[in-house]
């Protein structure tokens, strides 16, 4: 591998890309499978069952989200020091593949194995993530970080689709009674087959990609947990300097939970108000892959046309859209069609806002700008899917007490909760609108 570039940041060779692409490519058959397409709605409506069930995801989602927001700025900050995120690494990666083939034994009425086993799993599907993309500046020179983190964004959608279309035979002839198994076996048998198509994609980044930062020694009187928040300090007060970058990242803050509760109720709405199966919810997550993929590449033309704030506000207005949709919306044509919109919308958001990263970062700390970006990303999410659960759940008693049957008193929640996923875009549209992508583009420069 050579290192010669003018900032002194490695160039990679292709295989180690392709490894780095290859994990992206196996954890989001985690998101697909897991927090998406099966094992969410299964989880509510299976194990709990009814507005319960809402209420207990919502909670479990909130649980690790924060465990994660609280631990990784730390860990990520030791594993920089000591050269190690490479072994952190490793150790969620196990963890995430460990707990979501446990899922297994998560048989329906068995709630604290559902919910405990999701939550560990969770934890290190999320952490994981924490240092694989801290592994992104050792692949990429600053110019090259947007090319290489959307490649690998690609990518992993393909793995989310290729996971999808793995288990949706067995799902379908179970159906038609091919495959002799009773009960939830096949459903729950899809989970232990993600963890092994994780693990598998996952193996390469360990033995192609090598870690480029050593362990430094210790100062006299420190230890790695006071050196962690010294330097957590440190990049808070470089960020701090960047006031539009700040603005930047409150309004992310707040749009971007919207999109992790879209992301982590989208079967369970399904299921609820329109009724879909198994096989159902995993073609309509599939459809939301798809228009993710071809958003990418919209917003991406958009971007380097009219700027990444107009593109993030027509994205926003995508996704606002979709929510008055969905909550309006009867049908379960019409729900596969907000599916396109909200993929489209939603790819948008992410992508420009993580290109967006590279515009406000000075040269030469990019990487410690995506570093707070990845933080500030996972610290306020377990707030809006804690508060969707929980509203869907009270929602549902109150319309219960008013008469309705606990059927409709349910599909009446889902929708009130539906709502709440439009506050936070709304929030999040006004507070960027006080972005000045201009002023920002010329503190970086100067």
């Keep these: 591998m050579t290192t010669a570039t003018l900032d002194s940041k490695p160039i990679s060779t292709r295989r180690e890309r392709i490894a780095w692409y290859l994990y992206d490519f196996g954890n989001s058959a985690y998101a697909a499978v897991v927090l998406l397409a099966v094992y969410s709605a299964y989880f509510q409506g299976t194990i709990v069952g009814g507005a319960e069930g809402s209420r207990l995801w919502g909670i479990a989602v909130g649980i690790a989200m924060l465990v994660v927001a609280v631990t990784s700025p730390v860990l990520g900050a030791i594993a920089d020091y000591s050269g190690a995120k490479k072994k952190f690494l490793l150790f969620y990666t196990i963890m995430a593949c460990t707990f979501t083939a446990a899922l297994f034994f998560a048989e329906p009425g068995r709630v604290a194995i ?62 038609q009674g091919v495959i002799p198994l009773e009960g939830t076996v096949v459903v729950r048998l899809t989970l232990v087959i993600t963890a092994v198509f994780f693990i598998l994609s996952a193996i390469p980044i360990f033995l192609w990609l090598p870690e480029l930062a050593k362990s430094k020694p210790l100062p006299p009187g420190e230890n790695y947990l006071s050196l962690a928040f010294k330097q957590i300090s440190q990049t808070i007060r470089t960020a701090g300097r960047f006031k539009e970058f700040i603005k930047f990242m409150i309004a992310f803050l707040i749009y971007n939970d919207g999109v992790i509760m879209a992301l982590d109720f989208a079967a369970i709405i399904g299921a609820v108000l329109f009724g879909l199966d198994q096989q159902g919810l995993i073609i309509f997550i599939i459809i939301v892959h798809v228009a993710n ?51 489209v919308g939603m790819a948008g958001l992410q992508s420009v806002s993580r290109s967006m990263v590279a515009v406000f970062a000075p040269e030469g700390q990019s990487a410690e700008f995506y570093g707070f970006f990845a933080v500030a990303g996972r610290t306020s999410s377990f707030i809006g899917p804690t508060i969707y659960g929980i509203l869907a759940y009270r929602a549902a008693l109150w319309y219960e007490t008013r008469g309705q049957t606990a059927v409709l008193a349910e599909q009446s929640g889902q929708r009130v909760a539906i709502l709440s996923i439009g506050v936070f875009f709304v929030v999040g549209l006004i507070l960027l609108s006080f972005v000045n992508e201009k002023r920002a583009q010329e503190a970086a420069k100067a």
């Design 293 to 343: 993929v071809f958003g990418a590449y919209i917003f991406g033309v958009w971007m380097d046309r009219i700027g990444g704030k107009r593109s993030l506000t027509i994205s926003i207005f995508m996704m606002l859209a979709a929510i008055i949709w969905l909550y309006l919306n009867q049908t379960q044509s019409g729900f596969f069609m907000i599916g396109v919109l909200a993929g």
């Design 114 to 175: 559902g919910m405990g086993f999701f939550i560990l799993a969770e934890i290190g599907y999320r952490s994981a993530q924490v240092f694989y993309n801290s592994l992104l500046p050792e692949i990429a020179t600053p110019e090259e970080i947007g090319r290489i983190s959307g490649n690998g964004w690609a990518i992993g959608n393909l793995g989310g689709i290729l996971s999808l279309l793995l288990v949706l035979p067995l799902i379908i002839l179970q159906q």
